[in-house]
């Protein structure tokens, strides 16, 4: 484990996140939103079915689930081994989730559900180059507090961090046990974001993985008869 590493690690254990620098690098970061903007934008209909109403945010989003598109599923499973590093924790992915956000809006103050114990919140570009805040409390909440507590707008008394993440940047935090969002309105046109979740194949919330999706049966490789003839 290199000094980086160890040190990501402590202050993840110690206070519930870890501000990890170019997790993708920027090229790759911005090949990534570049794939998704092409295929997302080939058709008015995809466009328009991607466009959801707000959930932790104030404004209607373009969002849809890594599952559905396999360059975001391969990034999330690929990430897997270095979150590992991370935790310190044997983990298995859960989900994956994309969204754009508008100009002027927020993300509510809120916690994750179970598939989230181990959460990274990446921005992936900035339309105006402007790097918008991500906030993230300093209580730490048992999951059962945690999930009743109403969102906010802000977090109230408590003590919070708020972080500069530059596109590929991240920051891997608890998303079950902390309250995170984003408090100031969103400065640029639109912003562009993976949200990626992990549980502890050991853990209390083990049954997640995969966000209880069924995944393929591998299926038979069959090779062709000796002396036939191939593509």
């Keep these: ?21 170019e997790v993708a690098p920027p090229a790759v970061a911005r090949g990534l939103l570049g794939l998704i903007s092409r295929d997302l934008t080939a058709r008015p209909e995809t466009l328009a079915r991607t466009l959801k109403k707000p959930s932790v945010n104030t404004r209607p989003a373009y969002e849809f689930y890594g599952y559905h598109y396999a360059p975001v599923m391969g990034f999330h499973w690929g990430l897997t081994s270095r979150m590992c590093e991370v935790t310190g924790k044997r983990l298995i992915p859960t989900y994956a989730y994309f969204r754009v956000y508008q100009q002027g809006d ?21 339309s105006d180059g402007r790097v918008w805040s991500f906030a993230i409390g300093r209580n730490w909440y048992d999951f ?19 972080l500069q993440l530059n596109p590929g940047d991240a920051v891997l935090y608890k998303g079950v046990n902390y309250r995170h969002g984003r408090l100031t309105p969103n ?20 049954e997640w993985a995969f966000d209880k999706q069924a995944l393929p049966e591998v299926r038979d490789f069959p090779f062709p008869e000796p002396g036939a003839a191939t593509g």
Excluded at 187 to 206: C, I, M, Q, T
Aim: hydrophobic letters at 35%.
């Design 106 to 126: 927020v993300c509510i103050v809120h916690s994750d559900r179970p598939s989230c114990e181990h959460s990274l919140s990446m921005p992936l570009g900035y």
């Design 187 to 206: 400065p640029n046109r639109w912003s562009a974001h993976l949200f990626l979740h992990w549980v502890d194949s050991e853990g209390p919330y083990k």
């Design 1 to 21: 484990m290199t000094a980086d590493q160890a040190e990501a690690r402590a202050h993840y254990d110690a206070h519930g996140y870890a501000h990890l620098r």
């Design 144 to 162: 059962e507090i945690a999930s009743k507590m109403e969102a906010a707008r802000d977090f109230g008394d408590e003590p919070f961090s708020e």
